[in-house]
């Protein structure tokens, strides 16, 4: 663009003039997730022969703005990224259910979070996404064969009967994430919220079971679009020995 002289949409911002080397300064921009070009036009005035421009001479950088947020386990087990509305964090949620294992939850707001952990009717509009990293050494502490199907590995984490949630399995289904992965995508539809879960073999002997929270009525195709991002981007980045230290070397 810059070579052919066309023009484009852009944004100019006036800083105060000269700045000698090495000193910086700060201009504050709000801008819709994309791609950008932050360039120069100033004139190159140490050669005005020339008369080049700085964005010529290289004097431009290349930036993406997201609108997503990486979630770094305290402890180092896993990374994640989420949307940046998702602004309460959860640290360890599973081991308020009782599992002993690297997970969080993050949400829209302390409510969501809350009220869910006490099995009462999410806000309306509420929602947020959760993560547990589990060693196969839970399931075979569970009973289940060395060999048993992903299927059977995930209905461990079904709803139980007269659950507190109310809530019972609509559907369920085999898929793969964008990475070819299989993954057991399952709906389950309650009285105080709504989750669909994926659950998959994160690494070899760790599955992951991520989860989408939301209000009774309040899914939406947005939604599962942010909870596949998260899947996408999760990586586990500790050592399933440890997951299993944490059942007590079980």
């Known amino acids: 663009m810059l070579a052919e002289g066309e023009e484009s949409a852009s944004q100019q911002f006036h800083v105060l003039m000269p700045m000698s080397s090495g000193e910086s300064v700060y201009v504050g921009v709000d801008l819709q997730p994309g791609k950008y070009a932050i360039i120069c036009n100033l004139s190159d005035l140490m050669n005005m022969d020339e008369m080049h421009t700085h964005s010529e001479l290289g004097m431009i950088q290349l930036v993406k703005v997201t609108d997503t947020v990486t979630y770094a386990d305290p402890a180092g087990m896993f990374t994640l990224d ?88 609509v559907s369920a289904s085999v898929i793969a994430i964008s990475d070819g992965t299989p993954a057991i995508q399952r709906v389950n539809v309650g009285v105080t919220e709504n989750n669909l879960t994926l659950f998959y073999e994160v690494t070899d002997g760790v599955y992951v079971l991520a989860a989408l929270l939301s209000s009774p009525v309040g899914r939406s195709d947005a939604l599962v679009e942010a909870l596949m991002m998260s899947v996408t981007s999760i990586a586990f980045t500790g050592a399933a020995e440890t997951l299993m230290a944490g059942m007590g070397g079980e």
């Open 82 to 169: 989420h949307a940046a509305a998702l602004t309460t964090v959860g640290p360890d949620i599973a081991r308020t259910f009782g599992f002993p294992f690297p997970s969080v939850a993050l949400a829209d707001s302390d409510a969501t979070i809350d009220l869910s952990i006490v099995a009462q009717p999410v806000p309306e509009g509420g929602w947020g996404i959760a993560a547990m990293f589990i060693p196969a050494a839970f399931f075979t502490h569970k009973g289940l064969p060395a060999d048993a199907s992903l299927s059977d590995l995930a209905m461990v984490f079904a709803p139980q009967p007269d659950n507190a949630e109310g809530a019972e399995v």
